[in-house]
């Protein structure tokens, strides 16, 4: 196994941003920092069933990473959330389309990444070995949101944002809640993927509980089987 070549993947699509649509120097921060939690949430996922030690180095990383790059991460959502609700404004499904394509985009590279680095690391092992290496490198600072100096500043301007004008973007979401008696959860496009990776195509998806990042819904599956999914930041389960 060869961890350099693992290493430059991963930093590779974290620094690429949306490289098949040019962004703004925004745009680019969001992105960046939104694929770069989704990253780690993934990997803390597929090490939880490694081992118990690939587990715990999840927990700690994925808990000293977000207290130091969290406010990051809860600007670029704002941001996100924001420029949405004001550009469609009562448009409320062309925005949520925008929210989730955005959702499902970096949900996809996260996971298709780190399954095809999961499968070259080989056996149980390998795997753990992996995790262990991966995680404790996110737990020292390593993958800490830094970026270029424009991508560090935006995403500074950014997280000022959210705590200065939540009450406005609460406000203005409420007003478009109000207007089209609508609400979209995020995560709509994963959680119908994972329902086919489950056997359960053509599922009819509720959203339960809409309060984002944690989303919760119901899917009803052919037969009248139905799954609970929980997601969070876009990071989807099955409830069992």
């Known amino acids: ?16 941003g ?6 703004s120097p925004k745009g680019e921060a969001v992105f960046y920092a939104l694929q770069a939690d989704t990253m780690l949430r993934t990997w803390v996922s597929q090490c939880r069933d490694v081992s118990p030690r690939a587990r715990q180095a999840g927990l700690t990383a994925r808990n000293n990473w977000w207290e130091r790059n969290g406010p990051f991460v809860e600007g670029a959502d704002f941001g996100l959330a924001y420029n949405i609700v004001t550009v469609t404004d009562t448009r409320v499904e062309t925005g949520a389309r ?8 970096v949900t996809e590279r996260a996971e298709e990444t780190v399954t095809k680095l999961m499968n070259k ?3 149980e092992e390998g795997r753990e070995e992996l995790c262990i290496k991966i995680l404790g490198q996110y737990n020292q600072g390593k993958w800490d949101l830094h970026g270029s100096d424009e991508t560090y500043n935006e995403l500074v301007t950014l997280q000022r944002r959210s705590v200065n004008d939540a009450e406005t973007l609460d406000l203005r979401r409420g007003m478009v809640e109000l207007k089209t008696q609508r609400q979209y959860g995020r995560s709509l496009y994963v959680v119908e993927k994972l329902s086919k990776r489950e056997g359960c195509p053509n599922a009819e998806v ?9 989303e919760i819904y119901d899917v009803a599956c052919p037969g009248a089987n139905h799954l609970l999914m929980r997601c969070e930041w876009g990071n989807c ?4």
Not at 206 to 214: A, D, F, I, R, V
Not at 237 to 240: A, F, K, R, S, Y
């Open 1 to 16: 196994m060869k961890l350099r070549f693992i290493l430059a993947v991963m930093a590779a699509l974290i620094i690429q």
């Open 18 to 23: 949306c490289a098949q649509t040019p962004l």
């Open 98 to 105: 925008l929210a989730m394509a955005m959702t499902w985009e």
């Open 121 to 123: 690391a080989g056996d």
């Open 206 to 214: 509720q959203l339960l509980k809409g309060e984002w990042p944690y």
């Open 237 to 240: 389960l099955v409830l069992q």
